[in-house]
């Protein structure tokens, strides 16, 4: 998806030194670590959001930030310090954080895709409307 919607250079990534560039994106994570069956506890997440806050706040004006699942939404909405109750995950949403805006969607985990919870159209859209999001 990235690949596809301007924001790499290549479809994929073989090793560090492949020349893979991202372009108008970045990618983080609300947990820096790798917790216990990759599962991130509320401690995990309250310990990193520090770091995540200082990501949050270098990105430019007008930026579009993709939440991949509701830690990840809960996460920016708690290291912005805003109320959560105002800003409710589901997929799809697009929320105004003021400096930007964060567009949520289902996380592309194996349990959401073999579910199809999560479909590769529903994906495929979550970045077509990120991109038009920064171009406009």
């Known amino acids: 998806m990235l690949h596809k919607y301007g924001f790499s250079s290549h479809d994929h990534s073989e090793a560090v030194d492949d020349g893979l560039e991202?372009?108008?994106?970045?990618?983080?994570?609300?947990?820096?670590?790798?917790?216990?069956?990759?599962?991130?506890?509320?401690?995990?997440?309250?310990?990193?959001?520090?770091?995540?806050?200082?990501?949050?706040?270098?990105?430019?004006?007008?930026?579009?930030?993709?939440?991949?699942?509701?830690?990840?939404?809960r996460a920016i909405v708690k290291a912005m310090g805003l109320r959560q109750a105002d800003f409710k995950f589901g997929h799809a949403a697009l929320h105004d954080l003021g400096r930007f805006r964060v567009l949520d969607s289902y996380h592309c985990s194996r349990y959401n895709t073999n579910t199809r919870r999560l479909t590769e159209e529903m994906f495929d859209a979550i970045f077509a409307q990120a991109r038009d999001l920064i171009d406009k």
């Open 22 to 73: 991202l372009s108008d994106c970045r990618i983080t994570n609300a947990v820096k670590c790798l917790p216990p069956d990759n599962k991130p506890v509320g401690a995990e997440i309250n310990t990193c959001n520090t770091f995540l806050a200082y990501e949050l706040k270098s990105l430019p004006t007008g930026a579009v930030v993709v939440a991949l699942g509701g830690i990840a939404h």
